[in-house]
T-cell receptor, first 114, second 111 residues
Framework: GAVVSQHPSWVICKSGTSVKIECRSL??????MFWYRQFPKQSLMLMAT?????????EQGVEKDKFLINHASLTLSTLTVTSAHPEDSSFYIC??????????FGNGTRLTVT | ELKVEQNPLFLSMQEGKNYTIYCNYS?????LYWYRQDPGKSLESLFV?????AVKQEGRLMASLDTKARLSTLHITAAVHDLSATYFC???????????FGTGTRLTIIP
């Protein structure tokens, strides 16, 4: 079945540094990928929709300059958390789909900013 | 804007018992998903319901959809400890995979 791989699974970084998270579709081409954030014991909140070859569409309240999304190919989208702060600590999950197929979720990345 | 609410938020029940989790949504949703999430893990897809009256079953879990009432249910039959997890429903329009997730129901099955 379709697999979506996220890397890294867990990252700890210092406040003020940037962190890049990768989301790859391993056996299908994903024209659209989605990035979600989940705070502890809360639901998933959509951050942005990542479209291959074009700019991402951000949800209201999500800072474009802080959460940089790049979807350079049909199998890779990256989320860069710039100048991370402790309040950015969260579980970040991507999802992807091929045409006429259901969504597949990555395993998630737990970000801790100290 | 679609809003999705789940009830209850927390549920603790004994093994062998039955229970139903409810998912209400505010506007038309062309499809309704149920996911399971174990602590520290990502989402596992359980069911996708596409039409009014749809019912799907897998093991001890059964999901149904009533589009007129804007309600989906996830019924647990004869619960076992392995079903302990957080369950999310999510909905959204066709042609757009932008999903709105419910608040989640944290289920704990007590031996």
């Amino acid at each position: 079945g379709a697999v979506v791989s996220q890397h890294p699974s867990w990252v700890i970084c210092k406040s003020g540094t940037s962190v890049k998270i990768e989301c790859r579709s391993l056996d299908f081409q994903a024209t659209t990928m989605f990035w979600y954030r989940q705070f502890p014991k809360q639901s998933l909140m959509l951050m942005a929709t990542s479209n291959e070859g074009s700019k991402a569409t951000y949800e209201q309240g999500v800072e474009k300059d802080k959460f940089l999304i790049n979807h350079a190919s049909l199998t890779l989208s990256t989320l860069t958390v710039t100048s991370a702060h402790p309040e950015d600590s969260s579980f970040y999950i991507c999802s992807a789909r091929a045409a006429s197929s259901p969504l597949h979720f990555g395993n998630g990345t737990r970000l801790t900013v100290t | 804007e679609l809003k999705v609410e789940q009830n209850p938020l927390f549920l603790s029940m004994q093994e062998g018992k039955n229970y139903t989790i409810y998912c209400n949504y505010s506007t038309t949703s062309d499809r309704l998903y149920w996911y399971r999430q174990d602590p520290g893990k990502s989402l596992e897809s359980l069911f996708v319901l596409l039409s009014n009256g749809a019912v799907k079953q897998e093991g001890r879990l059964m999901a149904s959809l009533d589009t007129k009432a804007r309600l989906s249910t996830l019924h647990i039959t004869a619960a076992v400890h392995d079903l302990s997890a957080t369950y999310f429903c999510a909905g959204g329009p066709f042609g757009n995979e932008k999903l709105t997730f419910g608040t989640g129901t944290r289920l704990t099955i007590i031996p």
